[in-house]
């Protein structure tokens, strides 16, 4: 449980799709990074957060973030602003990756965002992939959202390595399998 985030309070802080499968992230092959992004979401406050991590090739965290996101509409609208700004993209909201390669969600609430993150995506970055992965491979990053809808307004926490209080989460992504 993220530091700072009672029992009954993580029962209403949800990020909008989670899934199953795979017990721990790919590693990155060569000089490539990771982003992982997530975005949580909280019914009783109506607010958001934010949370990254920036992995390097051997899965070592470079950077990691969080924040908080006031006036939030929903858990996909904090998925939208968590991955804005933020080039493996990998999330755990098969709804932001599904609006990320397509025009389906174009007239939805968060459409102008998600226009501008592909906006932003494409001008940006020379090879960007979108990719989907379980919550149990995106752990780091989900429980940065959650420690994000605690920070103060407007102010935003950036570490640089291993953030305190996800040391077993990083440990355990980058874990090899017993089988």
Not at 32 to 44: E, P, R, V, W, Y
Not at 89 to 111: H, P, W
Not at 130 to 155: E, F, M, T, W
Request: glycine share 12%; hydrophobic share 40%.
């Amino acid at each position: 449980m993220p530091e700072g985030i009672g029992r009954g309070e993580a029962a209403a802080v949800t990020s909008s799709i989670g899934g199953s499968g795979a017990l721990r992230t790919d590693k990155q092959i060569g000089d490539q990074m990771k982003i992982n992004t997530d975005g949580a979401f909280s019914q009783l406050s109506g607010d958001g957060g934010w949370g990254f991590v920036i992995r390097d090739e051997a899965g070592e965290v470079l950077k990691a973030g969080a924040g908080r996101i006031p006036y939030v509409s929903d858990a996909f609208h904090a998925e939208v602003i968590a991955c804005l700004g933020q080039v493996v993209i990998e999330t755990d909201s098969v709804m932001l990756k599904q609006a990320l390669l397509s025009n389906d969600y174009r007239l939805a609430a968060s459409g102008g965002l998600i226009y501008e993150l592909k906006h932003i995506i494409s001008t940006s970055f020379i090879f960007t992939s979108i990719v989907y992965a379980p919550r149990s491979c995106n752990q780091v990053a989900h429980a940065l959202a959650a420690k994000g809808c605690k920070c103060a307004p407007d102010n935003p926490v950036l570490w640089d390595g291993t953030p305190d209080g996800v040391e077993d989460l990083v440990a355990s992504d980058l874990a090899e399998p017993l089988s």
